[in-house]
Nanobody, 120 residues
């Protein structure tokens, strides 16, 4: 069992930055891959940035060069630094974990999400 708690969302103007955090706790948390997903109103939830097996990073094309995913293993915390935010980044952002081999086809656990609104 794993618990994920996101924080750091909010409202920001286009071009601004936010840093999301995901505090993880539970059994064998260090054995999981962690990642960020998002869901905008009327759209399906999709991957934003994820760690894959071996520590490889994967980013959605629309966030490459603007978002950075990182993980502090000592604190069991996942981060998402979001820069140069655009209105189309507005969504509920979710933290998730997946088990080996971390295909992300069906993530094992989800957080409740944190809302990001990008608007002038």
């Amino acid at each position: 069992w794993v618990q994920l708690v996101e924080s750091g969302g909010g409202a920001v103007q286009p071009g601004g930055s936010l840093r999301l955090s995901c505090a993880a706790s539970g059994d064998a948390i260090n054995t999981y891959c962690m990642g960020w997903f998002r869901q905008a109103p009327g759209q399906e939830r999709g991957g934003v940035a994820r760690f894959q097996i071996g520590g490889t990073l994967s980013y959605a094309d629309v966030v490459k060069g603007r978002f950075i995913i990182s993980r502090d293993a000592a604190k069991n915390t996942l981060y998402l630094q979001m820069n140069n935010l655009k209105p189309e980044d507005t969504a509920m952002y979710y933290c998730a974990v997946d088990q080996w081999p971390c295909t992300w086809a069906t993530p094992k656990y989800w957080g409740r999400g944190t809302q990001v609104i990008v608007s002038s």
